[in-house]
């Protein structure tokens, strides 16, 4: 009987034991489980925080280059109109010599470069085809005026002083060519959106 007693208290102490080391392992086991719920739940906000932002940053570079291809859409369409303008007005300024409206012109850019240049005498730099509306346009008493015939222009003059340091240049292919330059600041400012530009 004893025996009995002992082995009966061995397998109860085993029994306990395995009781313990299952009650051990199954705590482990839930822990285990908790922690890889809580490891998941992390990795899937970091996994859909980056997704997250490789999106904003693929979204931004698409924002910015649609924006660029506009900008350079829109610059050159400026570019091709002022080529447009400009080429119609090389047409029609071609002919302004046979138009009503030329003397009155001419008198305007004689005027300019009279008022310009700050000298008793001025030389006057024309094309032959306008010798005598300038000679009628530069009668009375005034400057004395030094007329030059050395000029091949569709219309207007060039002034000097004498010895050529200063030139006003004002026939129409010089004024075309200023106003061109104009033009070209305001397309370029397109590019860097200058907005004092206009």
């Known amino acids: 009987m004893k025996y009995d007693h002992l082995i009966q208290a061995i397998e109860d102490g085993a029994e306990e034991k395995l009781r ?53 859409h829109l610059t050159r369409a400026r570019q091709e109109t002022c080529l447009q303008v400009f080429h119609e007005a090389d047409v029609r300024l071609s002919s302004l010599r046979s ?61 000097s002083t004498p010895d050529g340091k200063v030139i006003i240049r004002n026939t129409i292919e010089d004024r075309l060519a200023r106003a061109k330059e104009r033009m070209n600041v305001v397309v370029f400012s397109g590019l860097y959106g200058d907005p004092d530009v206009r």
């Open 99 to 159: 138009t009503a409206s030329y003397e009155a012109f001419f008198k305007e850019v004689l005027s300019e470069i009279i008022l310009s240049l700050d000298s008793e005498k001025i030389r006057l730099h024309i094309d032959k085809k306008d010798e005598a509306l300038c000679r009628q346009l530069i009668k009375g008493p005034g400057k004395e005026l030094d007329i030059v015939t050395d000029l091949t222009t569709n219309g207007g003059l060039n002034g």
């Open 20 to 72: 313990d080391f299952r009650e051990s392992k199954d705590r482990e086991i839930r822990e285990l489980r908790e922690r890889a719920e809580t490891e998941s739940v992390q990795l899937q906000k970091d996994l859909l925080n980056e997704t997250e932002r490789r999106i904003n940053v693929e979204k931004n570079k698409k924002i910015y280059s649609a924006r660029e291809q506009a900008k350079d």
